[in-house]
């Protein structure tokens, strides 16, 4: 667990990790896999929301995340549109939507527990 009050250096807002951020996203989407779905859009890396200040969190605070979970920035597929309000983090809010796919801590400590096999 990670302490609010005075996380380690790299863990603090802004730190840039261009070899994480690469393993990242050549993961796939964490939500599509555990929820056993077939992913159809590329993986993108969502940094943890919430740490205040408008500032992006840590490249080691990152969750593999397929478009449709992560922004919904463009829909390929028509039978898909009706999924944008129960899917995309940036569309529910990472409290609702950690209540159905998970919350952004349990992601991440997947998410390196993976990378670290």
Known sequence: MIS????PIELRNGHK???H???????????????????????RGHHKMGHGGGKKSSDLLMIPLCVLHHDNEFIIRESDRHKLETW??????PKKWGEVWGTQDELIEQTNIKLNK
């Not at 609010?4 to 996380?7: A, D, F, N, Q, T």
């Not at 690469?22 to 992913?39: E, S, V, W």
């Open 4 to 7: 609010r009050l005075k996380p």
């Open 17 to 19: 990790d261009e070899k």
């Open 21 to 43: 951020r690469k393993k990242i996203i050549a993961l796939p989407c964490i939500a599509c896999k555990n929820a056993g779905l077939k992913q159809f859009y590329p993986t």
């Open 88 to 93: 995309s983090i940036h569309y529910m809010g």
